[in-house]
């Protein structure tokens, strides 16, 4: 039995694609040879704009395509598993402690924190809605199971509103989910996660922190501090995770950042 932690390309998008693009081909050539009463330059710029339409669909098909290779945890470049076993590595438990990740998805990190840390247990929740089908409990728990993991559990959960108390966790860990929590402010969000962590636990936050989202990091970094947070920084994982800059621009994750530290 192998775990199967999906791709974070899905399939359905690049059939989606690739539908579009043969639809839009096929309307191309049926706007050119169009018997409706339309002069010859309006149906060459119809079956013009359709045409544009169509290769910009294959391009994103083929892009998506070579994302889903790369991201793949069996084969390419395998970012998926070498970007978790970055994030995992931050996350140290003592002896009985519990660490909890937020937003785990298909339980790879969760999973991944609690390989490193047999002497602790690891909580992954997520809330699994509907536009993450293919995500579930159910997945994350035949995954552990396949990694011969017994001590991570997962349960559903908002990242807004965690149902736990203050200072429930002795870490707290994430990997590209805040980004995708819509109308939230994205402070906001990790402050939420930090208000679950214990006195002198770590934190090891990854995310696609674009400025329009975030703001300026830096400065919240520095603000963390003057509320007592410990070792905080900021981890540029665009260029550790993916060896360039420009190469996670290609992924379309340049602004990649994790924020780490201890409270």
């Not at 011969?148 to 807004?160: E, L, S, T």
């Not at 919240?220 to 007592?228: I, Q, S, V, Y």
Request: hydrophobic share 40%; charged share 25%.
């Amino acid at each position: 039995m192998k775990p199967d932690y999906r791709n974070w390309m899905p399939r359905g998008m690049i059939v989606g694609l690739g539908t579009a693009t043969g639809v839009l081909v096929a309307g191309s050539a049926a706007a050119v040879r169009s018997r409706l009463p339309m002069g010859r330059t309006a149906k060459h710029l119809a079956g013009a704009v359709l045409g544009l339409g169509a290769v910009g669909c294959l391009a994103g098909a083929a892009w998506s395509l070579y994302a889903r290779a790369m991201f793949s945890y069996e084969g390419g470049r395998q970012l998926s598993r070498q970007i978790i076993e970055g994030v995992a590595s931050y996350i140290e438990l003592p002896e009985g402690g519990v660490g909890l990740d937020v937003g785990c998805g298909s339980g790879a990190l969760t999973i991944a924190c609690a390989k490193r840390n047999p002497q602790g247990r690891m909580v992954g929740i997520d809330r699994w809605g509907v536009e993450y089908a293919s995500y579930s409990r159910k997945l994350c728990e035949r995954n552990a199971q396949a990694e011969g993991v017994d001590n991570a559990a997962f349960q559903k959960g908002d990242a807004r509103h965690l149902d736990f108390p203050d200072e429930t966790f002795d870490a707290v860990t994430s990997n590209y989910v805040y980004h995708n929590v819509m109308g939230a402010d994205k402070r906001v969000l990790l402050l939420e996660t930090l208000r679950v962590l214990k006195k002198g636990g770590v934190f090891a936050l990854n995310d696609d922190m674009k400025p329009r989202m975030y703001g300026d990091m830096e400065e919240f970094a520095r603000e963390l501090r003057d509320m007592g947070y410990e070792d905080v920084r900021l981890i540029d994982t665009a260029a550790e995770a993916f060896g360039s800059r420009r190469w996670a621009a290609m992924m379309m994750l340049d602004n990649s950042r994790m924020l780490v530290g201890r409270k």
